[in-house]
C-alpha cells in the first residue's frame, strides 16, 4: 500500500483539539506565512503559487498560478473564496472552515496580497451554520491581532474580509451563480464568455475565485516555497490533496493523501484510510469525484489519484469525493437519486437541463418502482444525448453551465456497466440485488 | 411601527454597511429577519426591501429561490435527514420513512403543533456519518432510528436548546464591528470603480464597431466544473 511520508500541508493541526483557536494557530507557525509574504513582492508571492503548480481544489482544477495571471488590472478587484460545499458526498471544506479557520484566513490573505484586491469575501455554503460561527470568531481574533484590516503587521497593506453565508442551493458552488447570489440576487449562473469572473466578476469588477482547500494551501506554500510543494505528487497534480471517502467503506472520513503516489486502491483499502469494504464485499462501482463525475468500476482501482492519470480514463477526480458502492447496492436506484438531486438543484435556465433532468429522474424512478418499460433505456440515453451531444468525455455542454452536462454522467455510466440489471428490473419488476 | 426588532435594524444596518453594495447584504438580511421570526414574514421582507433599497417583491423573488429562506411559517425544529447518494448507502430511505410515520407528516411537512418541520434534504456535507441528520442546520451526526427517536424525544423535552437555538437563528457570533476599511478610502474606489465601468463601457462600445462582422469566440467552458 502506499502511505507516502508526504507533510500534512493543510491538516498539520486538525490533531489538537483546539485546532481552531488563535493560540495553537500562533504556537504552531499560524500567520508565519503571511508574514514571509508581506516581506516580499506581490509578483515574487503570486511567482512562488505558480511555480507550485497549485491546481484548483474546487473541481475543475485550473492552475490557481494562472488564474491570478489572468485578473484583469483595473483599481478595484475582488477576491471571492468558494465555500459553497454542495456536491453530494464531499466533506472536506467546511472541515477546513471548523477545525483551522485562521489557516483559511491567512490563506485569503496571502491571496489578497500577491492580488492586491481591493476586498475580500468568504462565501460559505449558508448550512454551515457552525463553519460560520468559527470562521466569524476567528476573523474577529485575526482583526484585533492585527493580521486583517488597516496596515497589516505595518506592512502598509490593507484589506476587509467579510464571510458571507449562502441560503441553500447548490448551483451557487457555480463560480458565477455564487458571484450572483453574493450581490443578492438568485443564483442564475453567467455566461462565459464574457462572464469570466477574472475579467467580468463581483459587480462587474474583475474578480478571483477560489476554493477554501485552494487557499488553505498558501501558507505552506509561500513558508516552504512552491517547488518543494511541486516536488509532492507527479506531473501536474503536484502537492497533497483532501479527499472525502464515503459509502461502504470501514473507515469513511476525510483523508490528506500525497497525489498521484496514491491509487483508488490505496485510498479504499489502506488501514490508515479507508480500511477496505464493509462486511469485507467487492467493490461495485466507485464514484470518483462528485456526483457529476462518471463512475469507475473494480478495474479501475489502481488509477493514480491524478487529475490527468483519472480525465484520461474517462471521469475526473472533480470535487475530490469518492464514493464507494458494494455489491449489494441497486445501481437503478443508485442512478436515480443522482439524478433527483440534479433536478431539483437545476436553477431552470436552459431547457435541456430544466426538462431533460425532470424526464430523466421520473423515467428512472419508474424503472426502480417496478413500471419500467422495454423502451425506457434508449429513451434515457436519448434524452441524455439531448443534454450533452455524444455523451463522450469531456461533456458538450448545451447549457450555460456544466450542471446540465453533469447530469447523464451517472446514468450514461450505470447503463453501461449494469445495462443487466436496469434489464431485471424492466423484465421482472424487482431489484435482483436487493 | 417597524416589525423587526430594533437590535435586529441595528445588526442589520451594520451587514449593509460591510458591503460595496447594499443589495448584497440580501442573504444575511433574510436570515436575521428569520432568527427573530423563524421565517420570512411579508413585513419583514418589506423592510429588508426598504433596507437594501429594492421592491419587496425583488426579496421575495429571490428568497424563495433558496432553500434556507422560507416564506411560510416553520416549526421550532427543522429536521432535515440526507437522502443523497452515501447516505443512501448508509440506510437513509428508512430513517426517513421512520421520522415520517413517528412525526405523522410527509418530508416538507409540519406537525401541527408546529413543534417540528420535516425535511428530505440534499447532501449535508457530513456524509461519512449515515444517514447524516441536522437540527436547525446544526449536525447531530449519522442517526440510527432508536437514536433518531431519542433525539425528537429531547428536542420535545427543551433538552437540546443549548445546543440547538430555535429555527432561524444561524450565527451566534457577531462580528465585532463594522466596517474596518475607512469610508473615504472605500468612497475613492468606489469612484474608481465607476470610472472604470465607463471606460470599459465605452472600449468595449468602440470594439463592437471596429470588429462589426467579426467571428464571435468559442463557447467558453472553464474545463469541467464542479463542486
Ligand atoms: C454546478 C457546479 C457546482 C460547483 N460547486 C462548487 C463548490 O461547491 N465549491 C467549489 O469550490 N467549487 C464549485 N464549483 C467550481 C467553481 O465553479 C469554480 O471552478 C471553483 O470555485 C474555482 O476554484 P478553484 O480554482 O480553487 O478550484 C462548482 C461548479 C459547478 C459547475
Ligand atoms: S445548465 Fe442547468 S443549472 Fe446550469 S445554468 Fe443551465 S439550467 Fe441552470
Ligand atoms: S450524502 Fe448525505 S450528507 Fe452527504
Redesign the interface.
Known amino acids: 500500500m502506499a502511505v507516502t511520508d508526504a507533510p500534512r500541508i493543510v491538516t498539520a493541526r486538525m490533531g489538537f483539539k483546539d485546532s481552531h483557536t488563535l493560540d495553537r494557530f500562533l504556537s504552531t507557525g499560524g500567520y508565519d506565512g503571511l508574514r514571509k509574504a508581506l516581506s516580499m513582492t506581490p509578483e515574487e508571492v503570486a511567482a512562488q503559487v505558480d511555480a507550485a503548480s497549485l491546481l484548483g481544489r474546487g473541481g475543475a482544477g485550473f492552475p490557481a498560478g494562472r488564474k491570478w495571471s489572468m485578473l484583469r488590472k483595473d483599481p478595484v478587484t475582488y477576491l471571492v473564496v468558494n465555500g459553497d460545499e454542495s456536491e453530494p458526498a464531499t466533506f472536506k471544506d467546511h472541515l477546513l472552515v471548523e477545525r483551522d479557520p485562521h489557516q483559511l484566513v491567512e490563506g485569503v490573505l496571502i491571496a489578497a496580497y500577491a492580488l492586491q484586491v481591493t476586498q475580500a469575501f468568504i462565501y460559505l455554503r449558508g448550512e454551515f451554520a457552525f463553519g460560520l460561527e468559527r470562521l466569524t470568531q476567528a476573523l474577529n481574533e485575526a482583526y484585533d491581532y492585527g493580521a486583517v484590516g488597516q496596515d497589516i503587521f505595518g506592512s502598509g497593506f490593507s484589506i476587509d474580509v467579510v464571510v458571507h453565508p449562502g441560503a441553500g442551493a447548490y448551483i451557487c458552488g457555480e463560480e458565477t451563480a455564487l458571484l450572483e447570489s453574493l450581490e443578492g440576487k438568485r443564483g442564475f449562473p453567467r455566461i462565459k464568455p464574457p462572464f469570466f469572473p477574472a475579467a467580468i466578476g463581483l459587480y462587474g469588477q474583475p474578480t478571483v475565485v477560489n476554493n477554501v482547500e485552494t487557499m488553505s494551501n498558501l501558507p505552506w506554500i509561500v513558508l516552504h516555497g512552491g517547488a518543494a510543494f511541486a516536488a509532492l505528487g507527479e506531473g501536474r497534480s503536484t502537492g497533497t490533496r483532501l479527499f472525502a471517502l464515503s459509502g461502504h467503506v470501514k473507515r469513511p472520513g476525510t483523508y490528506e493523501v500525497e497525489m498521484v503516489k496514491t491509487t483508488f486502491r490505496d485510498l479504499v483499502y489502506a488501514p490508515v484510510y479507508g480500511g477496505g469494504v464493509r462486511g469485507d464485499r467487492e467493490v461495485k462501482a466507485f464514484v470518483p469525484g462528485g456526483v457529476s463525475a462518471p463512475w469507475f468500476g473494480p478495474g479501475q482501482l489502481d488509477l493514480p489519484l491524478g487529475q490527468d492519470e483519472v480525465g484520461n480514463a474517462g471521469s475526473m477526480l472533480g470535487s475530490g469525493a469518492i464514493t464507494v458502492m458494494d455489491a449489494s447496492t441497486c445501481m437503478v436506484r443508485a442512478a436515480w437519486r443522482i439524478t433527483k438531486f440534479f433536478a431539483r438543484e437545476s436553477c431552470g435556465q436552459c431547457t435541456p437541463c430544466r426538462e431533460g433532468s425532470g424526464w430523466l429522474e421520473r423515467v428512472l424512478r419508474r424503472i426502480e418502482h417496478g413500471g419500467g418499460r422495454e423502451e425506457d433505456l434508449e429513451l434515457l440515453l436519448d434524452a441524455s444525448d439531448n443534454i450533452s451531444p455524444g455523451l463522450q468525455w469531456p461533456p458538450q455542454q448545451t447549457t450555460i453551465c456544466v450542471l446540465g452536462p453533469s447530469i447523464p454522467s451517472s446514468i450514461h455510466s450505470a447503463i453501461d456497466m449494469f445495462r443487466d440489471e436496469f434489464l431485471v428490473h424492466i423484465k421482472e419488476g424487482r431489484c435482483p440485488v436487493a | 411601527m417597524s416589525h423587526l426588532r430594533p437590535d435586529i435594524v441595528e445588526r442589520a444596518r451594520e451587514l449593509v454597511s460591510?458591503?460595496?453594495?447594499p443589495?448584497?447584504?440580501?442573504?444575511?438580511l433574510?436570515?436575521l429577519a428569520q432568527e427573530q421570526d423563524g421565517w420570512l414574514r411579508p413585513e419583514a421582507m418589506e423592510e429588508i426591501a426598504a433596507l437594501?433599497g429594492?421592491t419587496a417583491a425583488e426579496v421575495r423573488?429571490?428568497?424563495t429561490?433558496?432553500?434556507?429562506?422560507h416564506t411560510e411559517p416553520v416549526g421550532t425544529y427543522l429536521v432535515s435527514i440526507c437522502?443523497?447518494?452515501?447516505c443512501?448507502?448508509g440506510g437513509a430511505e428508512e430513517l426517513l420513512a421512520h421520522a415520517e410515520a413517528r412525526l405523522g407528516v410527509h418530508a416538507g411537512g409540519t406537525t401541527p403543533d408546529g413543534r417540528f418541520t420535516l425535511e428530505d434534504a440534499?447532501?449535508?456535507?457530513?456524509?461519512?456519518?449515515?444517514p447524516c441528520v441536522?437540527v436547525?442546520?446544526?449536525?447531530v451526526g449519522g442517526l440510527s432510528i432508536e437514536e433518531l427517536d431519542a433525539l425528537l424525544d429531547d428536542l420535545a423535552a427543551g433538552r437540546r436548546s443549548d445546543e440547538i437555538p430555535p429555527h432561524g437563528t444561524?450565527?451566534?457570533?457577531?462580528?465585532?464591528?463594522g466596517?474596518?476599511?475607512?469610508l473615504a478610502?472605500l468612497a475613492a474606489?468606489?469612484a474608481?470603480?465607476a470610472?472604470?465601468?465607463a471606460d470599459r463601457a465605452r472600449a468595449a462600445k468602440d470594439e463592437e464597431a471596429a470588429q462589426a462582422g467579426a467571428a464571435g469566440?468559442s463557447?467558453?467552458?472553464?474545463?469541467?466544473?464542479?463542486?
Not at chain 2, 460591510?18 to 453594495?21: F, T
Open positions: 460591510l458591503y460595496p453594495e443589495r448584497s447584504a440580501l442573504i444575511p433574510c436570515h437594501v429594492i423573488g429571490t428568497a429561490f433558496y432553500d434556507m429562506l437522502t443523497n447518494i452515501a443512501l448507502l440534499e447532501c449535508l456535507a457530513d456524509c461519512d456519518r449515515t441536522t436547525n442546520h446544526r449536525y444561524l450565527v451566534r457570533v457577531r462580528r465585532n464591528g466596517l474596518r476599511v475607512p478610502q474606489e468606489r474608481a470603480m470610472e472604470a465601468q469566440g463557447q467558453g467552458s472553464e474545463g469541467r466544473g464542479t463542486a
